[in-house]
């Protein structure tokens, strides 16, 4: 995700990093190019002229813009619902820390092994297992060893790693330790409704994430849509040049920027999980997580909160 202040005038045609250009830089050059070739021409290949009027163009062009609005706002509802439910996964977090601190009796005095402190551990693996699982198949999602194993017994992580659902696996596990503490009695049955909520919206989530993944906007429609913008704006320059002459190219490259703009930013908007420059920073998210967490735990050597490189905040 860009995080940055907001430019002045000047500096807006500047920007690179962050900007939807260098995704569509070379179809823009293609459309302003074929604009200069047909002004140099005047619209004409050998003996035949192609020639429009405006007329059709004012007609496509109204309904191509709103239907790329339609789906600009579809994948960007994508990208809120990720944020949501990113932002629900840290309010369970702590909610399901401050619960079994509070709620489970301790046992043996100073001893790392208990089952509400393993839940706890296991809910910052979790955080990272979910990312992970995201970002499964994508560039630079990176290994899920270094994130997760620290917060796991070498054991369990070898037993979990293998499995083809890691965050569903740890979730089981935190409702065993869940029941381990109902069992020995440090744990009263009328406050485990109260962990066992937390557990239960920390899934939520998942399944929430996992559907915005595994469902994308029906590929028919954005393949409609890819292919009425590309030809509106190569075919744009024929309808203009008798019309406003030399300045063809100009009025070309500036609708094909803001067409082919609008069309590359739905097709980022609408992964949000991907690691890019518009995705969410779930690695920031993560690590906020941890950060709460482990504070909770009562250590001291708190992982500093990451912040954004060359303004991108992962």
Known sequence: ???????????????????????????????????????WTDGQFGRHKLHFTTTPFTLMGLPLAIFLGFRNNAAYDRYWEGRKQWGELVLRSRSLARQCLSLVAPGVPHADDEPHLRIIRRAIAYAHALRHRLRAGMPNSGGPEADIAPW???????????????????????????????RTGRLDACLAPAIDASLSAMTAVAA???????????????????RTAYLYCFLLP?????????????????????????????????????????GLPLDAMCRTIEIDLCMALGERDLPPPLLPENYRLS
Do not use: K
Request: a negative charge; glycine letters at 6%; hydrophobic letters at 50%.
């Open 1 to 39: 995700m860009i995080v940055r202040d907001r430019p002045s005038a000047l500096q807006l045609f500047f920007i690179l990093r962050g900007s939807i250009l260098p995704r569509i830089w070379m179809h823009l050059v293609a459309a302003t190019l074929l604009a200069v070739l047909v002004t």
């Open 152 to 182: 796991l017994d070498p054991d369990e992580w070898q037993r979990v790693r293998a499995l083809p659902n890691v965050p569903h696996a740890l979730m089981l596990e935190m409702g065993a330790d869940l029941a381990r503490c109902l």
């Open 208 to 226: 929430a994430c996992e559907r915005i993944r595994g469902t994308p906007i029906p590929f028919s429609y954005t393949l409609l849509l890819h």
């Open 238 to 278: 024929f309808g203009l040049v008798d019309t406003i002459g030399y300045l063809t190219p100009v009025v070309s490259a500036i609708v094909a920027y803001t067409f082919f703009g609008l069309d590359a930013l739905g097709d980022e908007l609408e992964e949000p999980f991907r690691a890019s420059d518009n």
